[in-house]
């Protein structure tokens, strides 16, 4: 045997160490007397805690981050020298409330994301929700003589606290997906476990119009006139209660939240072998798979369009329903939408790791609705308006269901799912902050065009997020997330052929994958030997 062969096989060997060293699933040692528990109502408490802890950073971020669309008309009869008159404020003042918020997003998304693949999920999570309260507590307490200088504070303010919500996105994915990895009884229920805590933004936007509702009635704000002074109070105050659940968030995380193992054990094998440097690692995670980050990003990018583009005006789209709302009333059917929506995110949770559904079935047919039912509304614009409202009704809410129960579980699950952990939370964001792209260009697009051409351009959307779902996004609905570490372990120590499991099986590979040839790698009988060999000798603990 020849140096290179020898030089070969040892490479080999020591990729096949590093597989023996990735964190395998343990037990949960409270699953019988807690996920199991006799009584269904405690049962179900234990299963609502599970994702309502990990998930309180999503609900925070929808709290504060629609708020804005919530409160744009409380602000504009609060303060009319700022947002009317701008006698005080100039229009890019006013205007830019929204461009700061998502810009602070994507900087979160991209460095935090960064961060926390070095520092690990938990301390990602502290940083993520230390500058959430942080700059929360500023923001209820912007002052200034003037409406003109308490939102420049107010503004500079949300940006800081974007950071930590574009933070929040990435860890909060990954952490919620190495979990369900990690855990035996979680394993098959992945997708469920991380839509589940996806799913408190929902509560998060709920809550947040709730919460208007009620302190605009408390304080007896029905219109058709206003008090500043209370209106001024009605904000400040949502603000307070919403920092209520960051400040729980911040001090679980700190002295009760525990690092992540899958994370952990990961740095432990790369550590075993010559793995190169963090910029070799990086151009081997483009060249290999850009196309499923380029997918997820491009899949955020159209669904962030549509979806922001009409939250942010969502309210015009209510007075086209009902032209003659009362602030409180605007927000009564704000509830309506956020509660309809709300019930989409569990259809999406409940049926995401069937076999029938999956997460590409479920993405694609998401868009597809949404695109058909806003090109309707364009399409029947004039009529549906003038005399069928109650229909327009339906197909914009029927719509926002349509959104929840597909892309916007799928696109916050897929890019933590699509890539090896090292490079996860790094990806995740990257992804998250090209969808708040999105978002970001809907606020200016959306707000040249008149109403029916939005409908026009998010039906357009829907139907280009279907085909870039279909050419570039794996489905890996029932692979085990430690099959795509071990085909990145393969592919850094320079021998990517090693690896010829499930991780490179055509039915887990995109469309674009298998045209470029990675599903021949797959050995159908090796991958079968390696699933007999984990039942006989069982899977190595963290």
Known sequence: MGPAELEAGGKKAEVAAAFETLAGADEDQHYEQVVRHSNPIRRFLNWWMSWWIPGMGMMAEAYFVFSVGNLKGIWTAQYPECFKTHEVCSTKLSNTLTYTQVSGIILGQLAIGFIADRIGRKWGSVMNAAIMFVFGILMAASSGSDAGQIFAMFTACQFLFGVGVGGEYPVASTSANERAENTKHLQKRRGETVVCVFSMQGWGNLFNTMILIILMAAFDQYGPTYSAHRLNLVWRLSYGIGLIPILFMLLWRIFKLKESKVWVRKRSSLKMMDSGSAVKRNMLLVRHYWHRIGGAAISWFVWDFAFYGNKLFQSTFIKIINPDS?????????????????????????TID???MGRTRMQSMGFAWMGVLFLICAADYHHLTAGGIHWFQFLYYFSSFWGQFGPNATTWLLPAEIVPTEMRSMSHGFAAAVGKAGALVAGVVFGLVNDRTKFWISAACGLAGVFVTVIFMPDITSLDLKEGDKRWLAIV???????????????????????????????????AEEKTSKVENGSPKA
């Not at 009362?326 to 409940?350: D, K, P, R």
């Not at 990517?496 to 990675?518: C, F, I, T």
């Open 354 to 356: 069937r076999p029938w």
């Open 493 to 527: 120590s320079g021998n990517d052929n090693v690896y010829q499991g499930e991780a490179v099986n055509p039915k887990h590979l995109s469309l674009v994958e298998r045209w470029l040839g990675y599903g021949k790698l797959y050995n159908p009988a090796a991958a």
């Open 326 to 350: 009362s602030l409180i009333q605007v927000l009564e059917w704000t509830l309506l939408n956020s509660t309809v929506a709300l019930v989409g995110y569990y259809f999406a949770a409940f």
